[in-house]
Nanobody, 127 residues
Framework: QVRLVESGGGSVQAGGSLKLSCEVS????????MGWFRQAPGKEREGVAY???????KVAASVKGRFTISRDNAKNTLYLEMNNVQVEDTAMYYC?????????????????????WGQGTQVTVSS
């Protein structure tokens, strides 16, 4: 059974940095589509960043230039480095994985659903 466990969330002041991690177990397909999503109270879930099997990234326009997605296949871990965070980045952050093996992060961003989800890690940004 595939299991995703996020960590690294917390409280940070605007302009600060956080690095989220997502450790994957129960699957050897770490190089399939993976992504970070977030959901703020009262808002719909939105995709933040994605990575394809060749580690090609795709990040949402709202975080481009501030957030970086990366993956360490040897450690079965997905990362989201968040720099210059803003109050509007406050949300529960989830990592997700899907068995579809797509080359580009941009293609992974087009998937309407992901098969496996973590429990989430809270990020709170204060002004």
């Amino acid at each position: 059974q595939v299991r995703l466990v996020e960590s690294g969330g917390g409280s940070v002041q605007a302009g600060g940095s956080l690095k989220l991690s997502c450790e994957v177990s129960g699957s050897t397909d770490i190089d399939n589509c993976m992504g970070w999503f977030r959901q703020a109270p009262g808002k719909e879930r939105e995709g933040v960043a994605y990575v394809g099997w060749n580690n090609s990234p795709k990040v949402a326009a709202s975080v481009k230039g501030r957030f970086t997605i990366s993956r360490d296949n040897a450690k079965n871990t997905l990362y989201l480095e968040m720099n210059n965070v803003q109050v509007e980045d406050t949300a529960m952050y989830y990592c997700a994985a899907d068995p579809r093996r797509l080359l580009l992060g941009a293609k992974c961003a087009e998937l309407s659903e992901y098969a496996h989800w973590g429990q989430g890690t809270q990020v709170t940004v204060s002004s």
